[in-house]
């Protein structure tokens, strides 16, 4: 099993763009970390204590059952001013040092969002400060120590573009059925941002109707779509979904 990196510029997006895959990654025994930069704060509607018990409901619905609870940390990195900063990278190389992440997922690049592009950029350069040696990045909040240097061998940027962006993804990942159901019960617990905020409480399920325009496209219920900047390598065809 791998250790996955999921992250995150603000709580939720990490469901809106992928939750359905992280929930199946963890069903499937992956130790997967889900890694806030910021508690999404300020924001029209809801404040820190009720961001932060979203976030912990959000990841409590995406883990397998209550025994094995989704671990979710916050870097605390101030919202809507995310900079990309050694100080900043050296904080997420902490993380995957910590984690010993192998895979990590993070927004795609091309977006509106300040904070997502500096997200972005801040977690490409981590990846590789990660493996310096000689270097001791500091100790990420819920961790106890660091692990050794490590370059983790997978980027994949998952979309949560504030762009009208149509994705062109390099590869789909099937969420039908419980995965899509979980994503979607997910995205709902953070009431702040949709239920209770008009402008965006169709956004739930204009993101469902996204999933399953993807799925479409490879024969199944629902799918998420994914891109990466190197080359996917397959060991063979049996995981491959929608074939008949």
Known sequence: MLNVLVIGPHPDDQ??????????????GHNVLLLDLTDGCPTPVGDRPTRLREAADAAAILSPDPSRLLRRVLLDLPNRRVEHTLEARHKVAGVIRAHQAQVIFLPHPEDAHPDHLAATRIAEDARFDAKL???????????????????????????CSHLRKVADPTFLVDISGEYASKKRRAIE??????????????????????DVYFGSRIGVEAAEPFWTREPLGLTGLDALAGVR
Request: glycine residues 8%; neutral net charge; aromatic residues 20%.
């Open 133 to 159: 040696t000689s270097f001791e990045p500091p100790v990420p909040p819920g961790f106890d120590a660091l692990g050794p240097p490590i370059y983790p061998a997978w980027m994949f940027y998952y979309y």
């Open 15 to 28: 469901e809106i763009g992928m939750g359905g895959t992280i929930a199946r990654l963890a069903a499937q």
């Open 189 to 210: 617990a953070y009431r702040t941002q949709f239920a209770l905020n008009p402008r965006n409480a169709a956004f739930p399920e204009r993101v469902s109707a996204y």
